[in-house]
């Protein structure tokens, strides 16, 4: 539990029984999610999602197997170049929060 408290500490958030979810941004723009007793049955979950400085490309996908070729392409097809965040480069990819 020390360790939860320290990474909740410098974004002013608490976690105790009374709340025991806690979604939290840290200084350096990761997110972090954490999740105790009695909410998390098998003992407490962390989860840190940090964040790449730069863009991903579909070849970078593909090496890491992510989509294969052909599931790239199709989604590629499918969502067209420009939009959904395929293509900015003509061959990157950039989740968007758009609908």
């Known amino acids: 539990m020390n360790i939860i408290e320290k990474i909740?500490?410098?974004p002013g958030r608490r976690i105790n029984e009374a709340?025991?979810?806690v979604d939290a941004r840290l200084a350096?723009?990761?997110r972090v999610n954490i999740i105790i007793p009695p909410l998390a049955l098998d003992g407490s979950m962390v989860t840190i999602r940090k964040f790449s400085k730069s863009a991903l490309t579909?070849?970078?996908l593909i090496n890491f197997g992510t989509p294969d070729e052909?599931?790239?392409k199709s989604a590629a097809e499918y969502f067209g170049k420009r939009r959904?965040?395929?293509g900015q480069d003509d061959d990157s990819f950039r989740p968007t929060t758009e609908s």
Request: glycine content about 12%; overall charge negative; aromatic content about 6%.
């Open 19 to 21: 709340a025991p979810m």
């Open 58 to 60: 579909v070849q970078d």
């Open 84 to 86: 959904h965040g395929f």
């Open 70 to 72: 052909r599931m790239a």
């Open 8 to 10: 909740l500490s410098p």
């Open 28 to 30: 350096d723009g990761s």
